[in-house]
């Protein structure tokens, strides 16, 4: 697993480079309008929520099993949109791993993060819960994670990296390592 990170950090230096997108502003005079960007949350001031945005990722979950290691190809929505305070935001995610079966994990995270938006960075780290991780019940269980992501100009696309783990008996740390693209709000351009 720590061969996969590294080799995955070093793919993504040179992204890194990059330099953040110019955002225009928007026609309501109420500052920059984010489009097409993952993990992105809108224009917070003024608003007691921003605008809600919607990401769809796929890539590779890994996991602990105690017994060996259990690494499974990951289908997720990942909803975002943030608090008129600078910082704090609200995601939440609908996680599929197909070949575990056809009902999706949810969870609801409250996090902090510190980079602007208009950064080709993304970290973010919080507290929330989630469902599937009760042993013997269908209950909802307490749920921290964090998450870096590079935003490349490349299609809007954005590797990332999440750590999570369930705040009940047994679980261990689980890893998110994928793409993430934007769904909306998303503006599409036409020759």
């Known amino acids: 697993m720590h061969r996969l990170i590294l080799t995955l950090a070093l793919v993504l230096a040179p992204a890194t480079r990059v330099a953040a997108q110019q955002i225009p502003p ?21 608003w007691t929520f921003s605008t809600p945005h919607l990401d769809i990722n ?3 979950y890994d996991v602990d099993t105690g017994g060996g290691r259990l690494s499974k190809a990951f289908f997720r929505l990942h909803l975002q949109t943030a608090f008129g305070v600078h910082a704090v935001q609200l995601s939440s995610d609908l996680l599929w791993i197909p070949s575990l079966g056809a009902t999706p994990a949810w969870s609801g995270t409250l996090e902090l993060a510190p980079i602007h938006q208009e950064s080709p960075f993304y970290i973010a780290g ?27 100009p490349i299609h809007e696309l954005s590797p990332f990296v999440q750590v999570g783990k369930a705040l009940t008996t047994g679980y261990k740390a689980e890893f998110l390592i994928g793409i993430a693209h934007p769904l909306a709000p998303y503006k599409l351009h036409f020759p």
């Open 26 to 46: 928007s026609d309501s005079g109420l500052g920059p309008v984010i489009h097409g960007r993952t993990f992105s949350t809108g224009t917070r001031e003024g």
């Open 58 to 60: 796929g890539g590779l």
């Open 126 to 152: 919080g507290i929330g819960l989630i469902t599937g991780h009760d042993v013997g019940a269908d209950r909802l269980a307490g749920w921290v994670q964090g998450t870096a992501a590079v935003r490349t």
